[in-house]
């Protein structure tokens, strides 16, 4: 007798047996608590312009802004009133929901030196066309409207882990996110700087994976990288429910605006170039690379709190 049949038979047999087992499960543990985020920061950005030259060169415009930042979870000490985030921590990632500071935790201005414009070649130079370019709608003088908002602080994963061990972020890694609202509301959109002080700004390129300072119309978004932070946040979690563990996060910014350096620091962004100079968003003027006539600088200091507000909260469930 042929023994192909018996192997056809022993193949449909472990088919079925096969297709009949249930594929394994997996058993994740969600962990959670109410967290406190409190941030005290402050950034400063200094751009320097002059566009005014010797020579048939108009219209052209000179000035200096200083423009600051300070963040202040809770500007009025004990009596703030600050919305608490949610901490989530999972095989997967980790991370916490924003923090909502008080009315007046998020602020903005800009202290700028006196303003000049020409708009007229010199005395007695021969250049053409004449009279000269009238200046355009945009360049008005640089001055900023004041913001006064809520500051929004989060904390991100900065990758997502892979439970079975592909791809995953050795040391759970993650990022402190600030941004700005009007209402103590994460959809709530930012109020205004306007037009003629956001055109005096540069971008700002940092060095550092992670690290991020945008200054925007409306809205203001700023990275700070946290190494280690499901390891931190794991520790919250530990004690009784009524402690209130805590880490610090001490930051620190410095550097020409296109070669940021931020503290603390994860690793060189593998893409970075520093170019050679940055040029205001919009300013008036003739500029060839000229050193000096174009600068920006940024800086600051600060610390963010990430505390356990609550009893910590951890749930099991079974998944396919």
């Known amino acids: 007798m042929s023994s192909r049949p018996l192997v056809l038979a022993a193949l449909a047999a472990l088919t079925t047996a096969v297709a ?142 892979d439970p079975d061990g592909g791809g995953s972020s050795a040391g759970g890694d993650g990022s402190l996110i600030l941004g700005r609202a009007r209402k103590a509301n994460v959809g709530s959109p930012g109020g205004t700087m306007g037009a003629r002080c956001l055109r005096t700004l540069h971008n700002i390129a940092g060095e550092g994976q992670d690290s991020e300072i945008a200054l925007l119309l409306k809205s203001t978004f700023i990275q700070v990288p946290i190494p280690g932070l499901k390891p931190k946040l794991l520790k919250l979690a530990q004690g009784k429910k009524n402690a209130r563990p805590s880490f610090t996060v001490k930051i620190s910014v410095g550097g020409d605006c296109n070669a940021m350096q931020m503290k603390p620091f994860l690793a060189r962004r593998d893409d970075f170039v520093k170019t050679s100079f940055t040029q205001p968003l919009q300013a008036l003027g003739s500029f060839n690379g000229e050193e000096g006539r174009t600068t920006c600088l940024i800086s600051g200091s600060g610390r963010a709190i990430v505390r356990r507000v609550g009893a910590v909260t951890r749930t099991t469930f079974t998944t396919p």
């Not at 005014?52 to 200083?66: H, L, S, V, Y």
């Not at 009133?81 to 008080?102: E, L």
Request: proline share 10%.
């Open 20 to 161: 009949a087992t249930p594929a394994a499960a997996r058993t994740t543990t969600l962990i959670s608590y109410k967290t406190s985020v409190d941030v005290d920061l402050t950034l400063i950005e200094k751009s320097h312009w002059q566009g005014i030259r010797d020579g048939c060169f108009a219209p052209a415009e000179n000035f200096d802004a200083t423009y600051t930042i300070d963040v202040d979870t809770s500007p009025k000490g004990a009596n703030s009133t600050v919305r608490n985030g949610a901490a989530t921590i999972t095989p997967q990632t980790h991370g916490a929901t924003s923090t909502i500071g008080d009315t007046g935790s998020f602020q903005q201005r800009m202290v700028s030196a006196p303003w000049e414009l020409q708009t007229a070649y010199p005395p007695g130079a021969e250049c053409g066309p004449d009279p000269a370019p009238a200046p355009p709608e945009w360049a008005t003088s640089p001055t900023c409207k004041p913001v006064n908002e809520r500051v929004l602080a989060s904390l991100i994963a900065n990758t997502v882990e």
